[in-house]
Antibody, heavy 126, light 111 residues
């Protein structure tokens, strides 16, 4: 199971940290994703970390501002978000990845999302 | 990679079939005979998305066999053989071969 944190509010220019606790599986076995969705819009991929933790990738819209962390001992994932703007307001999902080909390239780790968390609403106020 | 779904909305009578198309701007198959990194999700009202189909045609565990995914290369289709009330929601395709991207979504409602 993948469980996210509750709703969070931040001011523009501020920072937030999202957390995600996982159970029933090891982060060492799965790629993990953060995906966000503005209500009424399609999901947008934000970041992913490989099963080894050796590869992290970020969407251009958040690169340099967001950082993904994982704690193997706690089996938890987090997303540190800085320099927030109103465009970052969305529901953020922590999600587990799976694959047919266990491969990471220079731009991504191949595969798909097989389990989504409940989502955390992030609101950035100006 | 741009994913384009059609139609954007669909109204179907209960028990009738439905079909959704997803087109990718780039081929989602690495080599001839290889599997496409294309998945389909359903997001029911007020819920997180959940997986229906992966590698274009494999049903996820617990997904009814009335859902069928097909296609290769750049063109993919999700078919529902007989729509039921619980199928209402928004369907998204997602490619995972390149930087992950989603289609705009197709809203399915009951006529």
């Amino acid at each position: 199971q993948v469980a996210g944190s509750g709703g969070l509010v931040a001011q523009a220019g501020g920072s937030l940290r999202l957390s995600c606790e996982t159970s029933d599986f090891s982060l060492r076995e799965h790629t993990m994703f953060w995906v966000r969705q503005v209500p009424g819009k399609a999901p947008e991929w934000v970041s992913l970390i490989s099963w080894s933790g050796g590869s992290k990738f970020y969407a251009e819209s958040v690169k340099g501002r967001f950082t993904m962390f994982r704690d193997i001992t706690e089996n938890s994932l987090s997303l540190e978000m800085t320099s927030l703007t109103s465009d970052d307001s969305a529901v953020y999902y922590c999600a587990r990845g799976a694959w047919e080909e266990k491969t990471c390239t220079t731009i991504t780790c191949r595969g798909y999302i097989d389990s989504w968390g409940r989502g955390t609403l992030v609101t950035v106020t100006s | 990679v741009v994913m384009t779904q059609s139609p954007l909305s669909l109204a179907v009578t209960l028990g009738e079939p439905a079909s959704i198309s997803c087109r990718s701007s780039h081929s989602l198959v690495v080599s001839s005979g290889g599997k496409a990194d294309l998945a389909w999700y359903l997001q029911k009202p007020g819920q997180s998305p959940h997986l229906l189909i992966h590698v274009a045609s494999k049903r996820a565990p617990g997904v009814p066999d009335r859902f069928t995914g097909s296609g290769s290369g750049t063109d993919f289709t999700l078919k529902i053989s007989r729509v039921e009330a619980e199928d209402v929601g928004i369907y998204y395709c997602m490619q995972g071969l390149y930087t992950p991207t989603f289609g705009q979504g197709t809203r399915l409602e009951i006529k």
